[in-house]
């Protein structure tokens, strides 16, 4: 409620604006401040899992500004990560399924339950939300979340920021696939 209070007082704080922009860049992650960590993979925020970067000892902004992105992304992502969120990707005889806060991938063979991160949900989402490109392609995407005014079937193509995120996701499916069948 005091964050609430000290915007409405203050106008949008410039950290705000920031982390909202960010967002519909595509993009979400927290901010910390402290040493930045040594291990390839940044760390998680428990009660979300979405990734946090640090600033390091000097931080852009103040502690405030940190707790306000922060808030701020919180927020945001709490209107997509939704139940009624849902997105199937098409990338030939493979499939990913996600509704119901679970991923799926599926091929001729069989069909595994896979990991996605906050992060890679909303590349693919965003996509399906601002891709005006009508070009055909190898992986179709049909998406869905709250924030969208209806259902988008867009298709990826090799320079899309959400190709690498698919790839990720196809390559983990595979990867799943084969060590569960040892």
Known sequence: MWLTILILTAGVPHAVSDAVATFDQGYLFFRD?????EDPDAPR??????EIFTDGCEPIGTDMDITLWNFTMQK???RVNRAETSF???AGDEFLHYENFLLFYEDRDEKIGIVIYPEELWSILHHAKTCSITALGQIRVEAFYPGMAAP???FITSDDPAMRTVQTLLRRGRDNTISSEN
Do not use: Q
């Open 33 to 37: 401040i402290g040493m930045e960590s």
């Open 88 to 90: 199937t990707v098409t």
């Open 45 to 50: 925020d428990r009660a979300t899992g979405i």
């Open 76 to 78: 945001l992502w709490a």
């Open 152 to 154: 988008a079937t867009v």
